[in-house]
């Protein structure tokens, strides 16, 4: 199936383009066409529970890495595909008949259209499968009524930059299942962890039955290091039940772990709760420490033509960093705003690619910070144990979860302040 006239969608998507800003990947494609690796695609279905579907949808279906793999296991269904891009629908037509699948329809077609079910037209679907884009996306007016026909109304509440396009997807595929459809959906990091996706993550869990979600390998995707999420759920009102979450890695999908839907609501992801339940030390946070933790002032051209000696994230190469040694030369006149890391400092870096490696203890010297560093004051007494929880294996795992970002990574305060730590 063909939209009529698809090529004004498409001019109005790539107008809208300059303005939609992709979160996905440093290659900023504007339509967000990282294409899921077809081994992932295989992993995917096995995620779903239904053993027969009599029709499938697949929104944003690109060249076809989800759909084939769905058309290999429900070999009967009738599986209906959307793109906006053009150039997708002679691969997904050739990748579903190498499949031997013909019951297949594709629409060339803007997911985001309020009109959408009108343009596919015919009954509902019992199976969603979807790896939509991530980006952030300029408001429409249609969006309040695919919102409410999808019973997320609430979102309506939300701050309009907190509901990217991979939210959207997921409200039409709401308008298109039938009750009890089961969905199963490909989401960035961001909605699944992230303190600001809360709002998002409660509508989610009252309107929608959220089965599992699974952690999926970096990698996951063609043209980026994302990290990203299954989300397999039913059509059906949540009732505070329990989530399974697990982890796909090279030896397959992890034994689940059971969160419960508050737990849920705070966050979802395999990488915090697998790493808090093999933890075995006391836990603390930086938070309930009372830490004080302070960014570095100065930016990138400050530094280089500052004359006191300078702390960055190029920094950390010292062999002992449980002992570190900054300059001994005395600084200059202390300016207003300016940030000093002295002995006692715990020293960690806020955006970096490999920040969980970039932390130590300062015992010796002094220098001024750049905004590409924290400094950690806590207690003398906790110092030691607290630069050595950040410094272990499950102190950097936590960082890792903890920090955002595709290649230079960063982290947030109230992140760091939360994170959690334990005493060897
Ligand atoms: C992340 S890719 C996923 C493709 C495929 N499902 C996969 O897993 O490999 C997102 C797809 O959504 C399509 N897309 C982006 N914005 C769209 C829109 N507004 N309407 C329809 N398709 C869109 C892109 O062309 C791309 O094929």
């Avoid at 499968?129 to 019973?151: Q, T």
Wanted: with cysteine; aromatic share 6%.
């Amino acid at each position: 199936m063909r939209a009529r006239d698809a090529s004004p969608i498409l001019a109005n998507q790539f107008t809208v383009s300059g303005e939609m800003h992709q979160e996905f990947g440093s290659g900023r494609d504007p339509l967000g066409r990282y294409y899921t690796d077809p081994s992932i695609g295989q992993a995917f279905v096995s995620l779903l529970d239904r053993r027969h579907a009599s029709s499938i949808l697949d929104l944003g279906s690109g060249g076809g890495s989800l759909t084939v793999a769905a058309a290999q296991r429900w070999t009967d269904a009738r599986i209906q595909t959307v793109d906006l891009d053009f150039g997708a629908e002679e691969n997904i037509r050739l990748g579903m008949a190498s499949a031997g699948h013909l019951a297949h329809s594709h629409l060339v077609a803007d997911v985001l259209d309020e009109n959408l079910p009108e343009l596919i037209g015919g009954p509902l679907f019992d199976l969603a499968v979807c790896n939509p884009p991530y980006a952030k996306i300029r408001w429409r007016d249609g969006f309040a009524r695919i919102l409410s026909e999808a019973g997320l109304a609430d979102l309506r509440a939300v701050p309009a930059e907190a509901l990217p396009s991979d939210i959207m997807f997921l409200a039409q595929i709401l308008r298109l299942a039938e009750p009890g459809a089961e969905v199963g959906i490909i989401v960035p990091d961001g909605l699944i962890s992230a303190r600001r996706s809360r709002a998002v993550r409660e509508a989610l869990l009252r309107r929608v039955r959220v089965m599992r979600v699974v952690q999926l390998p970096r990698g996951s995707f063609r043209g980026t290091e994302a990290q990203a999420h299954v989300i397999v759920f039913r059509n059906e009102l949540g009732r505070g039940e329990d989530v399974d979450i697990s982890n796909l890695g090279a030896n397959g999908v992890s034994s689940p772990l059971s969160i419960s839907s508050s737990a849920a609501e705070a966050r979802m992801d395999y990488g915090y709760y697998g790493l808090r339940t093999a933890t075995t030390g006391h836990r603390f946070t930086l938070r309930e420490i009372h830490a004080d933790i302070t960014r570095g002032s100065l930016s990138s051209s400050e530094a280089r033509e500052c004359c006191d000696p300078v702390f960055h994230t190029n920094g950390f190469v010292q062999a002992d960093p449980l002992a570190y040694r900054l300059s001994r030369e005395r600084l200059g006149q202390d300016r207003l705003g300016r940030r000093i890391a002295e002995p006692g400092d715990i020293l960690l870096a806020r955006v970096d690619r490999e920040l969980h490696r970039k932390v130590c203890l300062v015992i010796e010297g002094r220098a001024v910070m750049t905004d590409c560093v924290y400094r950690i004051r806590v207690p003398a007494m906790w110092r030691s144990s607290v630069a050595r929880a950040l410094m272990s294996a499950n102190g950097q795992a936590a960082l890792v979860c903890a920090s955002r970002g595709v290649g230079a990574r960063m982290l947030n305060k109230e992140d760091l302040l939360d994170l959690e730590l334990e005493t060897a």
